[in-house]
């Protein structure tokens, strides 16, 4: 009995989290505050909003009219094509992280990383009936649809720039200042990260074409 009301209490805070997003898309700033430091986020619920997201922008690939856009889906490894996705955010949440706790930022991995997945609500919420408009529209409307599109990844882009303003709780100047900071680190640990496997691969090929050598020598 006592597991079963417990499985239930943990069942509503989950959906009422969920649904906490909605909130935050229209009150960002009372939002994102209450998010984190009044504790109405999860972290089951942030996942299932990038799940989401992700998964409404590989459906995206299929249902969108070829009109506009137009997908090969033979040279598409769906497995990158998730990790294109993932791994950049993923270096956003370190970066940012990484950043403003050089300079006070009161937010923690955790809450950066539960923020970005909430400002990323918007986006499937905007997409799905976008799929369907762009099979409904000629090309000489796809103007509205193409206004929709980019809408949806500002509306993201600007929430996650009040999450973490909210979450660091700083100034708006200090928030630009510090987001502007984070992109910088996030370019930098990519071309960290492409040296380093640079070097791996050609660690790799060296000590290969060692072995065949010796190989072919015996």
């Given at each position: ?55 409404v ?71 799905v ?31 996650i ?58």
């Amino acid at each position: 009995m006592f597991q079963a009301l417990t499985q239930k209490s943990t069942y509503d805070r989950y959906f009422k989290s969920l649904k906490f997003g909605l909130y935050c898309m229209t009150h960002p700033l009372d939002g994102f505050w209450d998010l984190t430091h009044e504790h109405r986020g999860t972290y089951s619920a942030a996942t299932t909003i990038l799940i989401v997201a992700i998964f409404v922008r590989i459906l995206k690939l299929k249902y969108t009219s070829f009109l506009f856009l137009n997908v090969y889906w033979e040279e598409l490894n769906i497995f990158l094509y998730i990790a294109s996705i993932i791994f950049p955010l993923g270096l956003w949440v370190i970066g940012n992280w990484a950043t403003t706790t050089l300079f006070d930022g009161k937010g923690r991995l955790g809450q950066v990383y539960m923020g970005t997945c909430y400002a990323l609500l918007p986006y499937p919420l905007i997409q799905v009936p976008l799929m369907i408009l762009s099979n409904l529209v000629t090309v000489e409307e796809g103007q509205f649809y193409s206004v929709l599109d980019v809408i949806s990844l500002v509306y993201c882009a600007l929430l996650i720039v009040a999450a973490m303003g909210q979450i660091h709780e700083f100034s708006a100047g200090k928030n630009l200042i510090f987001t502007v900071f984070s992109l910088a680190a996030v370019l930098i640990m990519i071309f960290i990260l492409m040296i380093f496997f640079s070097m791996v691969s050609q660690g790799i090929a060296y000590f290969v074409s060692l072995a065949r050598e010796l190989l072919f020598r015996m």
